[in-house]
């Protein structure tokens, strides 16, 4: 007889991923998943990752995958007689080459992500950068998901009109399927300033003013389900949270959140609880909630506490046979197939796997300290701004070069570099501008100004923009890591023989875990489904800054020198910026003594920062691994 431990264990000498190249999934210890009375999985910024992560085997399982698991899942709620709903809250865009390589944009992936039965879902920043994206979110992704999306505080400027509309319903009702709760929800995004002119977002603050809300939050439902755009820890929940519970005191409340690119739990109070899942499609989130009251038309609630759990599952088909109960052949629903099949053929159509470079370490965003050798940041800094971004014509003065770190996504890992790792790395427009001759003593401030904050960044100008997403409003635990394995944990597993752990080996006797989060939330530190060894994440600075052509420390003149015998400071400096900065380069300018506007500001090179990486990668390593 084959125990289940073997059994699972011996998948992951079979189990392959769904794209071609895409690496096995690795084994794990594996925490069951907990069921209630409803049940949400929820996805959130994934940014096009719909291929899976075809360098770290952890997380390369596909969306057609995906699609063949919330089947599954659904299939176990109706047996089990429970609901079962899930969720996406945005940034569905930007960040990987099947998105951002095709013209238009997402050629590819509004027909993949379609395919997803999906219940409720709502706009993320990502979509509202631009105003292509804008028009093909309004045009494509409603019209797909038409009675599930929300916009409760998003509206779409007709370009035919001009006339402004809600970019879709502002929130909707509904009954699930097996319970039979009256289930009310809404689906925000967080008090976002940068948007494209085609589309307006109305503080969450004045959108709960609004009529709709008022008649929404009085319409008494069994359960509140908030999606929304927003960080678990920034104030728009907060706000929401008050003013449901003031009209409603003892409802349970769900928030399904996103943006701030971390796992993450929140408890508001002991009827409302919030999930995020992390980023990229490395996660899927799981929250179940029992304990759900329902109300008749009439009934006034009555107190009585909700329970809620949670689950960040490793987007790993180890992980999702074991939490199905399938296996390898199994698992895979003919739907699911032929999702994968098209994301095959839409990353062959734009020939993602090209390779023009070959990494030769690890560089990191925020697994390695910056300045550090393994720092992405440090790469950039000293190796791609001095030699990449260059005006011939102003290549022999002193320059200032400043990059936001927000502006990076995501790691180089030794190996190919291709055509999709550009744009994992750095999947944006964004181009170089610069003033010309800015007195050195004013433009050595800005950097300052910049990874500092200060008076002169209150309100829209916060700095906190300019950071990775992870950074913004994350789990106050994300950047502490504990220094060991989780034994207790471990050893939970190890000594009940109907659960050993994935790839538990007995002839050694210790677990080999495959790096990964160990998150801590506000429910504990047991929320991740796989056991890892855990990852450091180092926090970064919100700009990086290189010094290019400054005088050297000797020359052959002796004026370069001051009197202790160092290179004296330029005179002036062209001070290059990538443009996103700009709103905030402007006045710290000002604030540092420079009288600047936005009429002394200049293209400085062609390309995008994107492209410009790629061609340093082409010049500067080897073309094979």
Request: proline share 6%; with cysteine; aromatic share 12%.
């Amino acid at each position: 007889m084959i125990s289940r431990f073997t059994f699972i264990a011996s998948l992951a000498s079979v189990a392959r991923g769904s794209q071609p190249g895409a690496p096995a999934p690795v084994a794990a210890p594996m925490r069951d998943l907990e069921w209630g009375q409803l049940n949400l999985i929820h996805t959130t910024d994934t940014h096009g990752w719909l291929s899976g992560h075809l360098k770290e085997p952890q997380y390369s399982a596909d969306w057609g995958d995906y699609v063949s698991f919330t089947s599954h899942m659904r299939r176990k709620a109706d047996e089990k007689g429970v609901d079962l709903l899930v969720i996406d809250t945005g940034d569905r865009v930007e960040g990987n080459g099947l998105y951002d390589a095709s013209n238009p944009k997402g050629k590819y992936t509004y027909d993949i992500i379609r395919e997803q039965d999906i219940n409720i879902l709502c706009s993320g920043n990502h979509e509202l950068y631009q105003p292509g994206s804008v028009d093909r979110e309004h045009n494509t992704t409603v019209p797909n998901f038409k009675h599930s999306y929300i916009a409760s505080n998003l509206d779409y400027i007709e370009p035919e009109t001009g006339n402004q509309i809600p970019q879709a319903q502002r929130y909707i009702k509904f009954k699930t399927k097996n319970q039979g709760y009256n289930v009310v929800a809404l689906g925000f995004i967080f008090n976002f300033e940068r948007n494209a002119n085609n589309s307006v977002v109305t503080p969450v603050e004045e959108a709960m003013k609004q009529e709709w809300f008022q008649t929404a939050i009085r319409e008494k439902p069994d359960i509140f389900l908030v999606a929304g755009h927003v960080g678990l820890r920034m104030k728009e929940f907060e706000q929401i949270f008050k003013v449901i519970r003031d009209e409603n005191w003892y409802t349970p409340i769900v928030f399904l959140g996103g943006h701030a690119h971390v796992r993450d739990a929140r408890k508001f109070d002991d009827n409302a609880f919030a999930l995020a899942s992390g980023r990229y499609f490395e996660t899927i989130g799981w929250m179940s909630v029992d304990g759900i009251k329902k109300k008749t038309a009439k009934e006034v609630s009555t107190e009585a506490t909700a329970t809620f759990k949670r689950r960040y599952i490793d987007n790993n088909l180890l992980g999702l046979y074991h939490h199905t109960g399938l296996n390898e052949t199994t698992f895979p629903t003919e739907h699911g197939r032929n999702v994968s099949k098209m994301i095959t053929k839409g990353r062959k159509a734009l020939k993602l796997d090209h390779s023009f470079g070959c990494a030769p370490q690890d560089l990191w965003t925020n697994r390695a300290p910056y300045p550090s050798e393994n720092s992405i940041f440090s790469w950039l800094e000293t190796q791609v701004l001095p030699k990449s971004i260059v005006n011939e014509e102003r290549k022999n003065a002193s320059r200032l070069a400043i990059l936001n770190t927000g502006a990076i996504r995501f790691d180089i890992f030794k190996g190919h570099f291709t055509k999709d790792s550009e744009y994992l790395i750095s999947p944006f427009g964004s181009k170089f501008n610069y003033i010309p001759d800015v007195p050195y003593t004013v433009a050595s401030k800005i950097i300052g100004l910049l990874n500092s904050g200060g008076p002169v960044f209150n309100g829209m100008l916060n700095t906190k923009y300019l950071n990775v997403p992870e950074q913004m409003a994350p789990n106050p635990s994300f950047f502490e890591a504990s220094s060991s394995v989780d034994e207790k944990t471990f050893r939970a597993f190890a000594d009940n023989t109907a659960q050993k752990p994935l790839g538990y080996k007995t002839e050694v006797g210790d677990p080999e875990l495959v790096g990964g989060y160990t998150t801590r939330d506000d429910l504990g530190d047991d929320g991740d489904d796989a056991v890892h060894s855990p990852i450091k994440f180092y926090a970064v600075p919100n700009c990086i800054q290189a010094q290019i052509n400054f005088p050297p420390p000797s020359g052959n003149s002796t004026q370069d020198l001051n009197a202790e015998g160092k290179a004296t400071d330029p005179e002036k400096v062209d001070l290059v910026f990538i443009d996103y900065v700009q709103p905030w380069i402007i006045p710290a300018l000002k604030f540092s003594g420079g009288d600047y506007s936005t009429d002394d500001v200049k293209p400085y090179v062609n390309g995008t920062l994107t492209d410009h990486i790629a061609g340093w990668v082409k010049s500067n390593w080897k073309r094979h691994c």
